[in-house]
């Protein structure tokens, strides 16, 4: 029945197209519109396909409909995908229904998969070789590392990252470096990254290398300057079918318009009102505009939908139809219309897990699955009162697109900070942190402090004092260890006051840390879009704190979730954020903190406006779809923004639900909790209202203490530190004996140094008179003696 596939570019000639039969294969259980999407084959089509409507296998159908009636060779087709995942499934649909033809079709991927083949057959137009190396975003991340030092530009002022980001929004665009507005370039070291963009691509040529971005914008190039190239491919392609096109970016749109002509026989497949990815350079605006590229396009709405009940469809029509920019569909379905959604109005953020996870056990109670659930959230630190909860009841649970909350990477090096502070004898916290954020320490000045460390059966930290007195390491290295020692003991300074009257609390601690060792200027200095959800996790692990009277409780208890594996074979809740979600499908579906300024987010209403905002309800829209049987909302009448207590009201998008469909409730029984967390017993209940705002960059607050101010109590603790010698005493106290095989006037050898006469010893420190390098202060573990 089907054709035998070709891997051949084969010529305009093909056998005479075939009808397809009523009871062809790939024909059977569509419904009309998809029938008619899978049909008809000539001229622009846009599939406008709505959650759950089955648009996956319509275009598979269409494809083996394509082969089955020789309208093309598989190797004439063009069928682009944003994952491998989705390419993957694409390819096993098609082999099912053809019995193999897939296998001729070596234009059946994603963008990237599918530009980097063409590139290796025409490398050469753009200055490379065919066997060019496809960078990762570390090796990007080092070349322009060097670029920016090699053009006297401070890194730490403008990070590598951040540049990194807009040559990857640049290339998004289609742009060359020549195409760089003076005001685009201005976004980096006041107009250089143009010229650092220029530099970094010719660099990458030299290498013969091009990095993700460069494998459709080399390709667009080449059939810019090179007509003859794009009239090859022009010809080859017969059809083109392209998945999720809301999610395309200008230079992929720029790529597929130059392909589609003359022909324009092109399918594209996809939902406006799930465009939620302009973080990485998609345009809805391209969907939108189809029929005006395409003034005689056919547009097929599937609207059928075979995943959710009745009630839960009109809930996310009834907020997505207050879009004003979109292409419109009304979803229904034959199914039931089951339950409402419902609407649980509740008193803060830890009675929102407490529920939920009433919810759950009432699930299991009844027979359901733990596999069944999953919990929605619009940032990734919400999930941090889930995970406690979740853990203290024996409710296993699994992260999607992310890290339990204390394995993030920020969490993890703000505790090591903390371990190191309450235990100076962490060498693993040490390690850890020693140079996070960059301090100048390199690789050999560390394992110069390890080897002294071993030689004299110290911990780390008392290993790093102690080499402050010696020659051991380059001066800007041990002004920068000094500096680091003494912010230890400073801060352990602070932490032995967390229990007197006024003093530091474990939360203040942890963010005067996290502000005085740079951690939250480096974060703030990354412009990336991870770089905000990173502060943000910081700010929920202060809050977190905040529950805590001592540093030691607080250890205890990461000690006590990290050690708390979930049974990896077992069935667990699914928590992840709305993004994360998109397309996936749950019974049952919680999506908790539905409350104005964070969801909608007002981050993103602040850059972004209206376009945002419709964004945002298109986030709502893809949250609920996500629910098969059931969904419920939550709203928190309280929510601690950066570690104070503030009033909230519930989202927008919780007004826009249509009341015909949802079930409202308010349980409002967690003020305890909230005077539990926040107050002492003596505390009067409505001193809150008059507590101090949030003051600072990053994350940070102002401090509540005995009346004085941030600053004031800053300088009161910078006033305690004393020399360097009193942060060794504070770091540990552990003797420093000498070796006893070493005396005045000895002959010994020094790996650094070379030869030379001890002059002085004082416990483990020698004063060395070395032949060359003069008089050094060293450690008696580092010589040997000399021949």
């Given at each position: 029945?089907?054709?035998?596939?070709?891997?051949?570019?084969?010529?305009?000639?093909?056998p005479?197209?075939?009808?397809?039969?009523?009871?062809?294969?790939?024909?059977?259980?569509?419904?009309?519109?998809?029938?008619?999407?899978?049909?008809?084959?000539?001229?622009?089509?846009?599939?406008?396909?709505?959650?759950?409507?089955?648009?996956?296998r319509?275009?598979?159908?269409?494809?083996?409909?394509?082969i089955?009636?020789?309208?093309?060779?598989?190797?004439?087709?063009?069928?682009?995908?944003?994952?491998?995942?989705?390419?993957?499934?694409?390819?096993?649909?098609?082999?099912?229904?053809?019995?193999?033809?897939?296998?001729g079709?070596?234009?059946?991927g994603t963008?990237h998969?599918?530009?980097?083949?063409?590139?290796?057959?025409?490398?050469?137009?753009?200055?490379?070789?065919?066997?060019f190396?496809?960078?990762?975003?570390?090796?990007?991340?080092?070349?322009?590392?060097?670029?920016?030092?090699?053009?006297?530009?401070?890194?730490?002022?403008?990070?590598?990252?951040?540049?990194a980001?807009?040559i990857?929004?640049?290339?998004?665009?289609?742009?060359?470096?020549?195409?760089?507005?003076?005001?685009?370039?201005?976004?980096?070291?006041?107009?250089?990254g143009a010229?650092?963009?220029?530099?970094?691509?010719?660099?990458?040529?030299?290498?013969?290398?091009?990095?993700?971005?460069?494998?459709?914008?080399h390709?667009?190039?080449?059939?810019?300057?090179?007509?003859?190239?794009?009239?090859?491919?022009?010809?080859?392609?017969?059809?083109?079918?392209?998945?999720?096109?809301?999610?395309?970016n200008?230079?992929?749109?720029?790529?597929?318009?130059?392909?589609?002509?003359?022909?324009?026989?092109?399918?594209?497949?996809?939902?406006?009102?799930?465009?939620?990815?302009?973080?990485?350079?998609?345009?809805?605006?391209?969907?939108?505009?189809?029929?005006?590229?395409?003034?005689?396009?056919?547009?097929?709405?599937?609207?059928?939908?075979?995943?959710?009940?009745?009630?839960?469809?009109?809930?996310?029509?009834?907020?997505?139809?207050?879009?004003?920019?979109?292409?419109?569909?009304?979803?229904?379905?034959?199914?039931?219309?089951?339950?409402?959604?419902?609407?649980?109005?509740?008193?803060?953020?830890?009675?929102e897990?407490?529920?939920?996870?009433?919810?759950?056990?009432?699930?299991?109670?009844?027979?359901?699955?733990?596999?069944?659930?999953?919990?929605?959230?619009r940032?990734?630190?919400?999930?941090?009162?889930?995970?406690?909860?979740?853990?203290?009841?024996?409710?296993?649970?699994?992260?999607?697109?992310?890290?339990?909350?204390?394995?993030?990477?920020?969490?993890?090096?703000?505790?090591?900070?903390?371990?190191?502070?309450?235990?100076?004898?962490?060498?693993?916290?040490?390690?850890?942190?020693?140079?996070?954020?960059?301090?100048?320490?390199?690789?050999?000045?560390?394992?110069?402090?390890?080897?002294?460390?071993?030689?004299e059966?110290?911990?780390?930290?008392?290993?790093?004092?102690?080499?402050?007195?010696?020659?051991?390491?380059?001066?800007?290295?041990?002004n920068?260890?000094?500096?680091?020692?003494?912010?230890?003991?400073?801060w352990?300074q602070?932490?032995?006051?967390?229990?007197?009257?006024?003093?530091?609390?474990?939360?203040?601690?942890?963010?005067?840390?996290?502000?005085?060792?740079?951690?939250?200027?480096?974060?703030?200095?990354?412009?990336?879009?991870?770089?905000?959800?990173?502060?943000?996790?910081?700010?929920?692990?202060?809050?977190?704190?905040?529950?805590?009277?001592?540093?030691?409780?607080?250890?205890?208890?990461v000690?006590?979730?990290?050690?708390?594996?979930?049974?990896?074979?077992?069935?667990?809740?699914?928590i992840?954020?709305?993004h994360?979600?998109?397309?996936?499908?749950?019974?049952?579906?919680?999506?908790?903190?539905?409350?104005?300024?964070?969801?909608?987010?007002?981050?993103?209403?602040?850059?972004?406006?209206?376009?945002?905002?419709?964004e945002?309800?298109?986030?709502?829209?893809?949250?609920?779809?996500?629910?098969r049987?059931?969904?419920?909302?939550f709203?928190?009448?309280n929510?601690?923004?950066?570690?104070?207590?503030?009033?909230?009201?519930?989202?927008?998008?919780?007004?826009?639900?249509?009341?015909?469909?949802?079930?409202?409730?308010?349980?409002?029984?967690?003020?305890?909790?909230?005077?539990?967390?926040?107050?002492?017993?003596?505390?009067?209940?409505?001193?809150?209202?008059?507590?101090?705002?949030?003051?600072?960059?990053?994350?940070?607050?102002?401090?509540?203490?005995?009346?004085?101010?941030?600053?004031?109590?800053?300088?009161?603790?910078?006033?305690?530190q004393?020399?360097?010698i009193?942060?060794?005493?504070?770091?540990?106290?552990?003797?420093?004996?000498?070796?006893?095989?070493?005396?005045?006037?000895?002959?010994?050898?020094?790996?650094?140094?070379?030869?030379?006469?001890?002059?002085?010893?004082?416990?483990?420190?020698?004063?060395?008179d070395?032949?060359?390098?003069?008089k050094?202060?060293?450690?008696?573990?580092?010589?040997?003696?000399?021949?």
């Amino acid at each position: 029945m089907f054709p035998r596939p070709y891997l051949s570019v084969v010529t305009e000639s093909l056998p005479q197209p075939t009808e397809a039969a009523d009871d062809a294969p790939w024909l059977a259980g569509l419904n009309a519109p998809q029938r008619e999407a899978v049909l008809t084959t000539e001229g622009p089509v846009l599939m406008l396909a709505g959650a759950g409507t089955g648009k996956t296998r319509a275009l598979t159908s269409r494809l083996a409909h394509i082969i089955a009636t020789r309208r093309a060779w598989p190797s004439q087709i063009l069928a682009v995908t944003f994952t491998n995942k989705a390419a993957r499934e694409m390819r096993e649909r098609i082999s099912d229904i053809t019995g193999g033809a897939v296998e001729g079709m070596p234009y059946l991927g994603t963008f990237h998969s599918v530009c980097a083949r063409m590139l290796r057959s025409h490398a050469e137009l753009v200055g490379l070789q065919s066997n060019f190396t496809i960078i990762d975003t570390d090796d990007q991340l080092r070349l322009l590392k060097q670029l920016i030092q090699a053009s006297n530009i401070d890194d730490k002022r403008w990070p590598a990252r951040q540049l990194a980001g807009l040559i990857d929004q640049w290339k998004n665009k289609g742009l060359t470096p020549d195409k760089v507005s003076a005001a685009d370039a201005e976004a980096y070291a006041n107009g250089k990254g143009a010229t650092l963009y220029k530099e970094y691509q010719q660099r990458l040529r030299d290498v013969n290398a091009a990095d993700f971005g460069d494998l459709l914008l080399h390709m667009l190039e080449i059939f810019k300057k090179h007509a003859d190239v794009l009239e090859n491919y022009r010809k080859r392609f017969r059809y083109i079918l392209v998945d999720e096109y809301q999610d395309t970016n200008g230079s992929q749109y720029e790529w597929l318009r130059l392909l589609t002509a003359p022909r324009n026989n092109i399918c594209c497949v996809g939902d406006d009102d799930q465009s939620i990815y302009s973080w990485r350079g998609a345009e809805v605006a391209n969907i939108l505009r189809f029929e005006k590229d395409f003034p005689d396009a056919k547009i097929i709405r599937l609207e059928q939908n075979y995943r959710s009940t009745g009630h839960i469809l009109a809930a996310a029509s009834g907020v997505i139809a207050h879009n004003g920019s979109r292409l419109g569909k009304t979803l229904w379905t034959e199914a039931d219309m089951g339950e409402k959604v419902r609407v649980v109005g509740v008193w803060d953020g830890p009675e929102e897990a407490r529920r939920v996870g009433e919810e759950i056990e009432n699930h299991v109670a009844k027979g359901g699955s733990l596999d069944d659930i999953a919990i929605l959230v619009r940032a990734q630190h919400q999930t941090r009162l889930f995970e406690d909860r979740f853990i203290s009841i024996g409710i296993d649970y699994q992260i999607i697109g992310g890290f339990r909350f204390y394995e993030r990477a920020e969490i993890r090096d703000a505790i090591a900070y903390l371990r190191l502070i309450h235990q100076p004898q962490d060498d693993l916290a040490f390690d850890r942190i020693i140079n996070t954020p960059k301090r100048g320490l390199g690789d050999k000045a560390v394992q110069t402090i390890h080897r002294f460390a071993r030689a004299e059966r110290q911990p780390l930290l008392m290993a790093a004092a102690n080499i402050l007195d010696t020659d051991e390491l380059r001066p800007a290295a041990r002004n920068s260890l000094a500096r680091f020692v003494g912010d230890i003991a400073r801060w352990r300074q602070m932490y032995g006051s967390t229990s007197e009257e006024g003093g530091t609390t474990p939360s203040e601690l942890m963010q005067v840390v996290m502000d005085e060792c740079g951690y939250t200027g480096m974060l703030q200095a990354d412009k990336s879009a991870e770089a905000a959800g990173r502060l943000d996790n910081l700010s929920e692990l202060a809050r977190a704190m905040e529950e805590y009277d001592t540093l030691e409780s607080f250890l205890e208890h990461v000690s006590l979730v990290m050690d708390n594996d979930a049974n990896k074979d077992g069935e667990r809740v699914t928590i992840m954020t709305i993004h994360a979600a998109k397309g996936l499908e749950f019974p049952l579906v919680f999506l908790a903190g539905w409350e104005e300024g964070l969801f909608p987010s007002q981050r993103a209403l602040d850059e972004g406006g209206i376009a945002s905002l419709e964004e945002e309800r298109r986030l709502a829209y893809v949250a609920i779809t996500r629910a098969r049987e059931k969904a419920m909302i939550f709203h928190a009448a309280n929510r601690q923004i950066y570690g104070q207590w503030t009033s909230s009201i519930p989202s927008r998008f919780v007004d826009e639900l249509p009341d015909d469909h949802i079930e409202t409730e308010e349980t409002m029984t967690g003020g305890a909790s909230l005077w539990q967390a926040q107050f002492s017993a003596h505390d009067d209940p409505f001193a809150h209202v008059a507590r101090p705002s949030r003051r600072g960059p990053g994350f940070q607050r102002a401090i509540k203490s005995d009346g004085l101010s941030r600053e004031e109590k800053l300088a009161r603790s910078k006033r305690a530190q004393g020399p360097v010698i009193e942060a060794k005493a504070s770091a540990v106290s552990l003797g420093n004996k000498g070796r006893d095989d070493l005396e005045l006037g000895q002959r010994v050898f020094h790996q650094k140094f070379g030869y030379g006469t001890i002059e002085v010893i004082e416990g483990n420190k020698l004063e060395v008179d070395f032949e060359h390098s003069g008089k050094k202060r060293v450690l008696d573990s580092f010589v040997s003696s000399g021949e």
